[in-house]
């Protein structure tokens, strides 16, 4: 009981309902770690935008901790070697953790469990993933008989609150300084407009559930008009673990289970677990098509698909909706849901670009970045996932914008055109009132169409 074991942080940066931490108070004088390993994810090492949301929550978290006595040791390099060096240095005998799912994250955990005792624990998920299975025991591929089957395990269980006390060794081994890792963007800053949005840490994740509980009720039809704050943007905390999702199901369902809204947002936050319940089952979701007769099809590449795809990043591709939700990307390191969809079908279908590179931009940009949530979402929007929309049902932009009344998105997002009326802003070239700063259409609707279908047809033919 007095000997130190290790408190192995990762995206679980809370100390609420922490089943990790709570088994290691219990089980010796804790030595809480941050590894940063830019290595182990290969081509998905932490995003620009994520990487300013770690260096806040880690400084949260050191803060949370300090005022229990204890603090976070921050290493960098080989999560394993570290680990392993981190465990001979303090003597520790024992590393608690919460599981991930990430493959990078398995490969380091079972080479950990090689060296030292290594003990996983649940609670970043509703249900741990992997145990929401058919009749068969087989895990599933689709949402909604995994949701039907995961609503039936719930509520999650109580959270726990955080400990009242955490057993500190009696000195502390040696810590990266939170500076020098540089996870601040600096030349340019281009994440000045970050902290007006957000506030990284349990603290700040815990105001914005409280301050989502009024608004839940409405969230049926609110989430969908991305000029309403109608959904809850939890999705930074809940990606770094901030809050678990067991305290958000309870704290929004007490707030009025039973009412629409209530009920879909619970089972959007479900769409988390679906995710890592496909991530679980292709590790390489991210880089590969789940539907391999997607493989042969002619993704456009060269320089004016290039240069389509730079005006898409910069939000110019002359559809508002569209340039507003890049540059919403861009500003705050978030976009609304539905513009996600948008956005991401008009890369994938209008510009018909290979949607692994809209996956890497978004990667780089939104700061809940989720190596599950985004592929899965990803490859929902092109078609090629396991559940998906069809490729062939391509979704109009300007219609989208119409329907869900982004006029004020819009003008927020794209101040060139703030001063056109609700007829005009939604297709100011068709109105024939587009400002001459606003740059033309990539590409016109009806041919982006045609070319898609064409292409999909195409790829039916050779596969
Ligand atoms: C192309 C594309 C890429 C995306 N990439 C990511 C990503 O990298 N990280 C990420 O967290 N979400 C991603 N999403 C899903 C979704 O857009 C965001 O979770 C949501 O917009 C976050 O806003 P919110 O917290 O206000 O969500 P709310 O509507 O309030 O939902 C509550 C929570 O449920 C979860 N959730 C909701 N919708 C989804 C969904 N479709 N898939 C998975 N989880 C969901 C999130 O954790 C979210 O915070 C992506 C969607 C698309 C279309």
């Given at each position: 009981m007095s000997d130190p074991v290790i408190l192995w942080f990762r995206r679980d940066l809370r100390l609420s309902d922490q089943a990790a931490l709570l088994a290691a108070c219990a089980d010796g004088l804790v030595v809480p770690v941050y590894v940063l390993d830019d290595d182990a994810p290969g081509d998905h090492a932490i995003g620009g935008a994520a990487r300013w949301w770690l260096h806040h929550s880690l400084f949260s978290l050191d803060g949370d901790l300090r005022a229990k006595g204890s603090r976070v040791i921050l290493r960098r390099g080989n999560a394993v070697e570290q680990i392993a060096k981190l465990a001979k240095d303090v003597g520790a005998r024992r590393v608690h953790a919460l599981h991930h799912y990430e493959p990078w994250w398995r490969d380091a955990e079972a080479a950990i469990a090689d060296r030292i005792d290594l003990v996983l624990h649940d609670g970043n998920y509703l249900a741990p993933p992997g145990s929401v299975t058919t009749g068969a025991g087989e895990p599933y591929k689709i949402y909604t008989p995994f949701w039907k089957a995961l609503g039936e395990r719930m509520p999650p269980a109580e959270?726990?609150?955080?400990?009242?006390?955490?057993?500190?060794?009696?000195?502390?081994?040696?810590?990266?300084?939170?500076?020098?890792?540089?996870?601040?963007?600096?030349?340019?800053?281009?994440?000045?407009?970050?902290?007006?949005?957000?506030?990284?840490?349990?603290?700040?994740?815990?105001?914005?559930?409280?301050?989502?509980i009024d608004e839940a009720a409405d969230y049926d039809e609110a989430r969908n008009l991305p000029s309403q704050e109608g959904s809850s943007r939890l999705s930074p905390h809940l990606h770094w673990g901030e809050i678990s999702p067991a305290y958000v199901w309870h704290r929004i369902a007490a707030a009025g289970r039973g009412k629409t809204g209530v009920n879909t947002f619970l089972k959007e936050v479900a769409w988390r677990d679906y995710a890592q319940n496909?991530?679980?089952?292709?590790?390489?979701?991210?880089?590969?098509?789940?539907?391999?007769?997607?493989?042969?099809?002619?993704?456009?590449?060269?320089?004016?698909?290039?240069?389509?795809?730079?005006?898409?990043?910069?939000?110019?591709?002359?559809?508002?909706?569209?340039?507003?939700?890049?540059?919403?990307?861009?500003?705050?390191?978030?976009?609304?849901?539905r513009v996600r969809m948008i956005a991401a079908s008009f890369l994938v279908k209008h510009l018909l670009i290979d949607w692994r590179r809209g996956e890497r931009w978004f990667w780089d940009c939104l700061v809940d970045a989720d190596y599950a949530n985004n592929a899965v979402n990803w490859q929902w929007v092109a078609g090629t996932g396991i559940d998906s929309n069809m490729f062939v049902r391509i979704m109009a932009p300007l219609s989208q914008s119409w329907k869900?009344?982004?006029?004020?998105?819009?003008?927020?997002?794209?101040?060139?055109?703030a001063a056109l009326d609700d007829d005009a802003i939604h297709d100011p070239h068709e109105a024939g009132c587009a400002p001459r700063d606003y740059p033309a259409k990539r590409v016109e609707h009806r041919a982006a169409r045609e070319r898609a279908l064409a292409a999909y047809a195409q790829m039916k033919a050779a596969s």
């Open positions: 959270p726990h609150n955080a400990p009242r006390e955490i057993p500190v060794p009696t000195s502390w081994p040696g810590s990266d300084d939170l500076a020098d890792w540089d996870l601040l963007p600096t030349k340019p800053d281009w994440a000045t407009g970050f902290g007006e949005d957000w506030t990284p840490g349990e603290a700040g994740a815990r105001t914005r559930v409280a301050d989502f496909v991530i679980l089952q292709f590790g390489d979701y991210a880089s590969r098509n789940a539907r391999d007769r997607f493989d042969p099809m002619k993704w456009r590449t060269g320089k004016t698909a290039d240069a389509d795809f730079a005006a898409w990043t910069q939000g110019r591709t002359g559809y508002p909706i569209v340039d507003a939700g890049m540059r919403q990307l861009w500003t705050t390191g978030w976009m609304h849901n869900f009344a982004a006029g004020d998105y819009i003008r927020q997002w794209v101040p060139e055109l």
